[in-house]
C-alpha cells in the first residue's frame, strides 16, 4: 500500500513519513504546496492520501520561516485538489508527533482492514 503525504511547509510531512516507514508503511511525502500541478499528489498513484496542515504561528514556532500569510494562503490554494481527494486531514497545531502518527497509523490499519476484507496484523 502506497501512502502519499501532503500539507503545507513545516506540517509535520517529513517526520510523519518516516514514522510510517517505521510502521512499515510505504509512505512518500508530495511537495504539492510548492507545485502548481494540481494533480501533483496522483503521479505514484496513492491508495491513500493524507493532508497535513498548520497555522502560521505554529509553523514559526516549528522552524523559521521568513514569509508570511500570503505565502500560507497560496500553499492553500496548491493544496485544494489535493485536500478535497485526501482520506484523513489532520490539524496538526495541538498534536504531538506520536499523535499525529497515531491518527494516520489508526486510518492506514482501518483502510488495509476494509479494503481486503480481513484484519491486518
Given at each position: 500500500?502506497?501512502?502519499?503525504i501532503t500539507g503545507v511547509?513545516?506540517?509535520g510531512?517529513?517526520?510523519l513519513?518516516?514514522n510510517?516507514?517505521?510502521h512499515?508503511?510505504?509512505a512518500?511525502?508530495v511537495a ?5 500541478v ?7 498513484n496513492?491508495?491513500?492520501?493524507i ?8 509553523i514559526?514556532?516549528r ?32 498534536l ?6 497515531g ?8 483502510f ?10
Amino acid at each position: 500500500m502506497r501512502v502519499a503525504i501532503t500539507g503545507v511547509c513545516a506540517s509535520g510531512k517529513t517526520t510523519l513519513v518516516q514514522n510510517l516507514r517505521q510502521h512499515h508503511v510505504e509512505a512518500y511525502n508530495v511537495a504539492q504546496e510548492h507545485s502548481f500541478v494540481k494533480t501533483l499528489w496522483q503521479k505514484k498513484n496513492p491508495d491513500v492520501l493524507i493532508m497535513l496542515d498548520a497555522t502560521l504561528p505554529v509553523i514559526k514556532k516549528r522552524r523559521n520561516v521568513p514569509w508570511g500569510e500570503e505565502r500560507l494562503i497560496a500553499q492553500h490554494e496548491r493544496l485544494i485538489n489535493a485536500k478535497e481527494h485526501a482520506q484523513l486531514f489532520i490539524q496538526t497545531d495541538a498534536l504531538s508527533i506520536e499523535e499525529v502518527t497515531g491518527r494516520a497509523l489508526a486510518y492506514i490499519r482501518r483502510f488495509e482492514h476494509d479494503y481486503s476484507g480481513r484484519p491486518t496484523a
